[in-house]
């Protein structure tokens, strides 16, 4: 960033600046496969991590990543309130791609939540719950980036529909990439059999969207894939994929060496 200029307008112009390159890049990456949007988001911005969260969109993009060898971190959210399943997936995942998926957690246990907010916090305060347990420990770790990619796909919420393949999160202050941004679930179901890339074994027992076990339940033929995600609730994200807040320059990024896949 060229911030030599000083004073709010320079600012402005320079951020300007900063979003249309973003603009032409995505332009330019549209209708690209996945592993070439990530080669060149790597190129472009090397301190690069993809956090995920083990949905069936994750694991594939896990196999791209291990596949062509891209130089990205990769890590999770650990809640602590993960189902078994995607536990034993975590550690699937691992061995077969020879990879180290980091965990992040909330700075408070499950138990420390509740003995500070009372039992069952997601069941009265679901805002608060993910604030604590995924926003916030998020928002700490891609600190240490310049851009993270993102499993999200434009048809699963209204929300998502307008994702750009590569586009500034304002919420996070650094570059989110989506590669899958345009793909169709029948895409990365073919994908993910034609690869033999492992998925969580619940998606084959009416669970199309995975989340934490207190808010995910089955979904029923017919109703949306989100329906099981915060069920009675009108709340279908966490907060991390929710539309950007206000544009902003990116801030200088707190260290963390070893911006690399591990394993
Ligand atoms: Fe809490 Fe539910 Fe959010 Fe998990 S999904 S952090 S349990 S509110």
């Known amino acids: 960033m060229n911030l030599e200029k000083g004073g709010t307008k320079a600012v402005v112009e320079t951020a300007s600046t900063e979003i249309s390159e973003l603009q032409r890049l995505s332009a330019s990456l549209a209708g690209r496969a996945p592993h070439e949007i990530l080669a060149r988001a790597v190129e472009r911005f090397p301190r690069i991590t993809f956090a995920t969260g083990f949905g069936v969109e994750g694991c594939a993009l896990i196999d791209v990543i291990a596949r062509h060898n891209l130089r990205i971190h990769l890590f999770t959210l650990d809640t602590g309130l993960l189902f078994p399943e995607t536990m034993s997936l975590w550690r699937r995942l691992e061995e077969r791609y020879k990879v180290t998926i980091r965990a992040v957690r909330s700075e408070r246990s499950v138990s420390e939540q509740a003995t500070q907010f009372g039992d069952r916090l997601w069941e009265r305060a679901p805002d608060l719950c993910c604030g604590m347990r995924k926003v916030a420990p998020l928002k700490n770790e891609l600190a240490h980036f310049d851009a993270w990619v993102s499993a999200i796909r434009r048809d699963q919420t209204g929300e998502r529909s307008s994702a750009s393949v590569v586009e500034w999160d ?20 073919s994908y993910v059999r034609s690869n033999d890339v492992p998925f969580n074994p619940l998606h084959e027992r009416g669970y199309p969207s995975i989340g934490c076990m207190p808010c995910t339940s089955p979904v029923f033929p017919g109703e949306d894939p989100r329906a099981g995600r915060w069920r009675g609730l009108e709340r279908k994200e966490c907060g991390i994929h929710t539309r950007f807040e206000r544009p902003q320059l990116p801030s200088s990024r707190k260290e963390r060496p070893g911006n690399v896949r591990v394993g």
């Open 170 to 189: 304002a919420k996070f202050a650094l570059v989110k990439v989506s590669p899958l941004a345009s793909w169709s679930s029948a895409d990365v179901w």
